[in-house]
């Protein structure tokens, strides 16, 4: 009789932290073989993708607004590998509401990439022909200068290269500082051509705002449980982890819990924000890990949310150039959610949101709420003769990293000199931003280094849209 064939045991990993990063680094290694243990401290998954329950109505609200763009390619395959792709919706414009209250859409025209959107930029009402003309050279300049000073912030390379007041004001402001959440003055040269290349110029799908249709709760926290569930991933909510354990003789041997339990592991992915990092690593792993995230900082985002008893808003979505009030968001013409979470003809629930909102962080909630109805008065003067029924700000204050001059510098690889130990998170060496495709791009990444670890290489990140003909040539790209 021939004895059976030892097979050994799967190799354990556990995921710390239950946000984009840690859910796409689950999502890609199930199926591979592996006992996957996902760690969230909180009852809910979705890191800052995530919703609140309204005590008066009981509904889920979001912290603050999540959307998506074409060019985000890594992102939208994590959500078609976990069945929620349906649950955001693609549009074909951005619309534009300027202080004069004049519309002015953007959206693709018949032209190929770069000059996809030349017709809707010259159409914009609130830029002069010497505006338009100034954006036109910084966008050149944007695409073939590499030689940005140090420490130049992308005010000053603005400066530098002839833009007009009106110009960076009311486009690059507009376009960079909602995409990067920070102020132009702080903001990194390399990360605003990121968005500006990959978003507007090198593709025609790459502009293009994905909108959630359900609140982000549901989205990335009751759905993605579901699945990874049904593929064999063990997620443990309201879980925290003490500490990574780790010594000399034995490298990595697993984490402790903050209750006390040992879980062994034979690889960790800490999925954790960059101000977490330290606080889980032991002394013996090393002064130059233990220094992880250290000199990053973070940069805020504020979301009113509003019930009105009448509708307010015509646009689904709409950007406000030149005000407090960046973008609104109607979810009652997106989500179909009423007074009550329920559908309603008559009233409205409007999100709006600030990005690098470091003016109101002196502010209580009362005075917000109250500079933000005084703007959208000004917007829609019907504002004035509605009932706000209810209302609630949320500042995020460490939202994402703040993208400063010289900030890739600061950003590790996921993979560190520990073996068996990753990061994953929108903080580290992504090559994109603070976003939700960096998130997902680094929860990906993490998991290829697993997988290379265990011998079994895999290309798991999906590359950025291919760049057209035209805007190669045009971007000196060969």
């Keep these: 009789m021939t004895p059976a064939?030892?097979?050994?045991?799967?190799?354990?990993?556990?995921?710390?932290?239950?946000?984009?990063?840690?859910?796409?680094?689950?999502?890609?290694?199930?199926?591979?073989?592996?006992?996957?243990?996902?760690?969230?401290?909180?009852?809910?998954?979705?890191?800052?993708?995530?919703?609140?329950?309204?005590?008066?109505?009981?509904?889920?609200?979001?912290?603050?607004?999540?959307?998506?763009?074409?060019?985000?390619?890594?992102?939208?395959?994590?959500?078609?590998?976990?069945?929620?792709?349906?649950?955001?919706?693609r549009a074909p414009e951005i619309v534009f509401l300027d202080r004069e209250r004049r519309v002015a859409r953007?959206?693709?025209?018949?032209w190929?990439?770069?000059?996809?959107?030349?017709?809707?930029?010259?159409?914009?009402?609130?830029?002069?022909?010497?505006?338009?003309?100034?954006?036109?050279?910084?966008?050149?300049?944007?695409?073939?200068?590499?030689?940005?000073?140090?420490?130049?912030?992308?005010a000053q390379w603005l400066v530098r290269h002839g833009q007009t007041e009106p110009a960076i004001e009311l486009f690059w402001g507009?376009?960079?500082?909602?995409?990067?959440?920070?102020?132009?003055?702080?903001?990194?040269v390399a990360h605003a051509r990121k968005v500006i290349l990959d978003g507007f110029v090198r593709n025609r799908e790459g502009y293009t705002p994905e909108i959630p249709l359900l609140p982000l709760g549901e989205l990335y926290g009751a759905r993605l449980e579901r699945w990874l569930a049904e593929h064999g991933v063990d997620v443990r909510l309201t879980t925290g982890l003490d500490q990574v354990e780790w010594d000399d003789e034995n490298g990595l041997t697993g984490v402790r819990l903050r209750k006390g339990e040992h879980l062994p592991a034979d690889f960790v992915i800490l999925a954790v924000p960059f101000d977490r990092v330290r606080e889980l690593l032991p002394e013996s792993s090393g002064e130059c890990v233990r220094q992880l995230g250290r000199d990053l900082a973070a940069s805020p985002i504020t979301g009113v949310h509003l019930w009105f008893d009448r509708p307010i808003c015509p646009f689904e979505f709409v950007a406000t150039p030149?005000?407090?009030?960046?973008?609104?968001?109607?979810?009652?013409?997106?989500?179909?959610?009423?007074?009550?979470?329920?559908?309603?003809?008559?009233?409205?629930?409007?999100?709006?949101?600030?990005?690098?909102?470091?003016?109101?962080?002196?502010?209580?909630?009362?005075?917000?709420?109250?500079?933000?109805?005084?703007?959208?008065?000004?917007?829609?003067?019907?504002?004035?003769?509605?009932?706000l029924v209810r209302s609630w700000v949320v500042t995020e204050h460490g939202a994402t990293f703040a993208v400063r001059p010289g900030v890739d510098a600061l950003r590790p690889a996921q993979r560190t000199s520990l073996d068996g130990l990753f990061l994953a998170g929108d903080?580290?060496?992504?090559?994109?931003?603070?976003?939700?495709?960096?998130?997902?791009?680094?929860?990906?990444?993490?998991a290829e280094g697993v997988l290379q670890d265990l011998d079994r290489p895999?290309?798991?990140?999906?590359?950025?849209?291919?760049?057209?003909?035209?805007?190669r040539w045009l971007l000196a790209e060969g």
């Design 174 to 188: 507009t376009i960079l500082v909602s995409a990067l959440n920070e102020r132009l003055d702080r903001m990194d």
């Design 112 to 154: 190929p990439a770069p000059f996809h959107l030349a017709g809707s930029f010259l159409r914009l009402p609130f830029l002069s022909i010497k505006d338009k003309l100034a954006i036109a050279r910084g966008m050149v300049a944007l695409a073939r200068d590499s030689l940005d000073l140090p420490g130049e912030t992308f």
């Design 5 to 89: 064939a030892y097979k050994p045991p799967a190799p354990r990993v556990v995921i710390v932290g239950g946000g984009l990063a840690g859910l796409a680094a689950a999502a890609r290694l199930v199926g591979r073989g592996l006992h996957i243990t996902l760690l969230e401290s909180r009852p809910r998954l979705g890191g800052r993708a995530s919703s609140f329950v309204d005590p008066v109505t009981g509904e889920l609200v979001d912290n603050c607004q999540h959307i998506s763009m074409g060019c985000c390619t890594n992102l939208a395959d994590f959500c078609r590998r976990v069945g929620i792709g349906q649950g955001l919706k």
């Design 322 to 387: 030149g005000r407090l009030i960046q973008w609104v968001f109607n979810h009652t013409a997106i989500q179909g959610r009423g007074l009550a979470g329920r559908p309603s003809s008559t009233g409205e629930y409007l999100q709006i949101v600030i990005s690098a909102s470091y003016d109101l962080l002196d502010l209580n909630r009362d005075q917000i709420r109250a500079r933000v109805l005084d703007d959208l008065a000004q917007i829609w003067p019907e504002t004035r003769h509605a009932q």
């Design 106 to 110: 953007f959206r693709a025209g018949p």
């Design 427 to 446: 903080w580290t060496s992504t090559g994109w931003p603070a976003t939700m495709e960096g998130a997902v791009r680094s929860g990906y990444m993490a």
């Design 458 to 471: 895999t290309r798991l990140v999906r590359p950025d849209l291919p760049t057209s003909r035209l805007s």
